[in-house]
């Protein structure tokens, strides 16, 4: 089934740890997002790729790193681990501007 | 500051029709979307709006005034399974998605 995939769904994470969450997309999708999603606030952008090869910040990047190696996977990596990076991690993808982005079912963390 | 507005929590009686409203102030305008997102799930796109008017999708319509920053995502015969969040993004000049807080929608029997 055609989609984005996101591992693990759920971790518990002592502080100071470096972890990665993983995704992975078969839409041959040019553009990818890493969101996180907290109670009360809108969906935060992270760190974005427009292609493979590229990536920027967001609105959120620190204490976030990516890399965009080839089109399907966009792994998000923190490096130290703090608690007020507890969040729900979102990954997306779409085809270009203005396309609708299609996400991953998320990774929940906590960070303790 | 780039902003979008929505009301936090709404509640409906199922057969019913609600709307929500998304207002918006943003540094650029490349279109708006709602997206739909039931508890623990992902988000799921519903629409998308780049011009002034109403767009029909079934039981979903949304509606967008770009010169008011404004837009509504209507649900009619509503149904228990609409009880989820209702999230509004509006991509800005750099086609980033600026999201809103989202709409809580309880649907009541």
């Known amino acids: 089934i055609a989609g984005i995939t996101q591992a693990p769904t759920s971790q518990i994470l002592a502080a100071g740890r470096r972890m990665t969450l993983r995704c992975t997309q078969d839409?041959?999708?040019?553009?990818m997002y890493w969101y996180r999603q907290d109670l009360g606030l809108g969906l935060r952008l992270i760190h974005y790729?427009?292609?493979?090869?590229?990536?920027g910040k967001g609105e959120v990047p620190d204490g976030y790193s990516v890399s965009r190696a080839n089109t399907d996977d966009f792994p998000l990596t923190l490096a130290s681990a703090v608690p007020s990076q507890t969040s729900v991690y979102f990954c997306?993808?779409?085809?270009?501007?203005?396309?609708?982005?299609?996400f991953g079912q998320g990774t929940r963390l906590t960070v303790v | 500051g780039q902003n979008i507005d929505q009301p936090t929590e709404m509640t409906a009686t199922e057969g019913a029709i609600v709307q929500i409203n998304c207002t918006y102030q943003?540094?650029?305008?490349?279109?708006l979307f709602w997206y739909q997102q039931h508890a623990g799930e992902a988000p799921t796109f519903l629409s998308y709006?780049?011009l002034d008017g109403l767009e029909e999708k079934g039981r979903f319509s949304s509606f967008l005034s770009r010169s008011k920053g404004y837009s509504y995502l209507l649900l009619k015969e509503l149904q228990m399974k609409d009880s989820a969040s209702y999230l509004c993004a509006v991509a800005d000049s750099n086609y980033q998605l600026i999201w809103g807080a989202g709409t809580k929608l309880i649907i009541k029997p």
């Open positions: 839409m041959r999708h040019n553009a």
């Open positions: 790729s427009n292609t493979a090869g590229t990536t």
């Open positions: 709006n780049v």
């Open positions: 997306a993808s779409s085809a270009g501007d203005s396309t609708e982005a299609f």
């Open positions: 943003t540094s650029g305008f490349n279109g």
